[in-house]
Antibody, heavy 118, light 108 residues
């Protein structure tokens, strides 16, 4: 069974940093692209970042470019999102999701809440 | 960037109704469109990919159609479990993935 479990969310002050993790199991992690999608409270879904299976290709939404860094460790079946210079508008539930390349997202984790507030 | 516009934003319907949600792309995305269902407090769930392909395990009352810039998600006979918010997503534009703003299906 495919499982994606996010962790690392919490309360952080504006300008602060946070590192999210996503632990994957139930599939060959190194064969899939991985993605981060966020959802602000009461709002819709927003794609944040994607990374290819071997980390060769990395993409970011304009809203986080230069502040967030996506990475993965295929040996540990883990995906990461380093978030720096956090702003109030980054407050959201962050989901990790699997995709077969530049494609739809077929499995999602349960999400982790990031709150940016003083 | 490609923009995705869903209509309506909210839909009130009864159990057994046929429901149609529309998603329009600001430019052609071929058939690179997915539909997701999200219930409160839960992660989105993939329903349809490549505009009309039903994800494994998804009931056959869900169907998708369209290509280019106009797409529809149809629920042939609305069930109690189907009251949720639905999102379309384009994945034609390399390096960016865009979601529609969502359509909430409510009980009439």
């Amino acid at each position: 069974e495919v499982q994606l479990v996010e962790s690392g969310g919490g309360l952080v002050k504006p300008g602060g940093s946070l590192r999210l993790s996503c632990a994957a199991s139930g599939f060959t992690f190194s064969s899939y692209s991985m993605n981060w999608v966020r959802q602000a409270p009461g709002k819709g879904l927003e794609w944040v970042s994607s990374i290819s299976s071997s980390s060769s290709y990395i993409y970011y939404a304009d809203s986080v470019k230069g502040r967030f860094t996506i990475s993965r460790d295929n040996a540990k079946n883990s995906l990461y999102l380093q978030m720096n210079s956090l702003r109030a508008e980054d407050t959201a539930v962050y989901y990790c999701a699997r995709s077969a390349g530049a494609s739809h997202f077929d499995y999602w984790g349960q999400g982790t809440l990031v709150t940016v507030s003083s | 960037d490609i923009q995705m516009t869903q209509s309506p934003s909210t839909l009130s319907a009864s159990v057994g109704d046929r429901v149609t949600i529309t998603c329009r792309a600001s430019q052609s995305i071929s058939s690179w469109l997915a539909w997701y269902q999200q219930k409160p407090g839960k992660a989105p769930k993939l329903l349809i990919y490549k505009a009309s392909s039903l994800e494994s395990g998804v009931p056959s009352r869900f169907s998708g159609s369209g290509s280019g810039t106009e797409f529809t998600l149809t629920i042939s006979s609305l069930q109690p479990d189907d009251f949720a918010t639905y999102y379309c997503q384009q994945y034609n534009s390399y390096f960016t993935w865009t979601f529609g703003q969502g359509t909430k299906v409510e009980i009439k």
